[in-house]
T-cell receptor, first 116, second 111 residues
Framework: GAVVSQHPSWVICKSGTSVKIECRSL??????MFWYRQFPKQSLMLMAT?????????EQGVEKDKFLINHASLTLSTLTVTSAHPEDSSFYIC????????????FGPGTRLTVL | GQSLEQPSEVTAVEGAIVQINCTYQ??????LSWYQQHDGGAPTFLSY????GLEETGRFSSFLSRSDSYGYLLLQELQMKDSASYFC????????????FGKGTKLSVIP
């Protein structure tokens, strides 16, 4: 099956710093990738939809200047949390959809962000 | 807006059958998916229903009734490893593959 990787798997940073999370589709091309945030014992909340070569589409309430998304190639999307604060601590998960594929999204293993 | 309702927790005995229900209210509907997530792990795809009826994949089956805005996931011959959270998710756009997730049902399988 299709594999999606994320890096790093966990990160601890100081408040005010920026953190970049990478999401890669390893064995397929993904024209569309999705970024989710999941707080403990809660559901996955879609943050933004990332399309290769174009600007990301952000969900209501998600600050695009704080969560910068770049989808520079068909296999890589990055999420940068700028000026992170403790309330940004969460589990960030990306997913990718096969170009022309079925309705299945393939999820990365997630990145646990802790902001001190 | 979009809302999906599913029970927060379910407990069942190993070897038994359990059904997890999901009702939804969405503006637009193109299909209902089910995902499994173990603690600390990534969601993994289980099934997708676009049309009414039952889809069977091994021990897992998923059902959809679009007229009732209702679906369920059926897990048979429960195993301890099935203990996880199960999320229903609605795809609400034709061209968009965005998913809106329910809050998840934590299934605990006991001996």
């Amino acid at each position: 099956g299709a594999v999606v990787s994320q890096h790093p798997s966990w990160v601890i940073c100081k408040s005010g710093t920026s953190v970049k999370i990478e999401c890669r589709s390893l064995d397929f091309q993904a024209t569309t990738m999705f970024w989710y945030r999941q707080f403990p014992k809660q559901s996955l909340m879609l943050m933004a939809t990332s399309n290769e070569g174009s600007k990301a589409t952000y969900e209501q309430g998600v600050e695009k200047d704080k969560f910068l998304i770049n989808h520079a190639s068909l296999t890589l999307s990055t999420l940068t949390v700028t000026s992170a604060h403790p309330e940004d601590s969460s589990f960030y998960i990306c997913s990718a959809k096969l170009a022309g594929g079925l309705n299945e999204q393939f999820f990365g293993p997630g990145t646990r962000l802790t902001v001190l | 807006g979009q809302s999906l309702e599913q029970p927060s927790e379910v407990t069942a005995v190993e070897g038994a059958i359990v059904q997890i229900n999901c009702t939804y209210q969405t503006s637009g509907f193109y299909g209902l998916s089910w995902y499994q997530q173990h603690d600390g792990g990534a969601p993994t795809f289980l099934s997708y229903n676009a049309l009414d009826g039952l889809e069977e994949t091994g021990r897992f089956s998923s059902f959809l009734s679009r007229s009732d805005s209702y679906g369920y996931l059926l897990l048979q011959e429960l195993q301890m490893k099935d203990s996880a959270s199960y999320f229903c998710a609605v795809r609400s756009g034709a061209g968009s593959y965005q998913l809106t997730f329910g809050k998840g049902t934590k299934l605990s399988v006991i001996p």
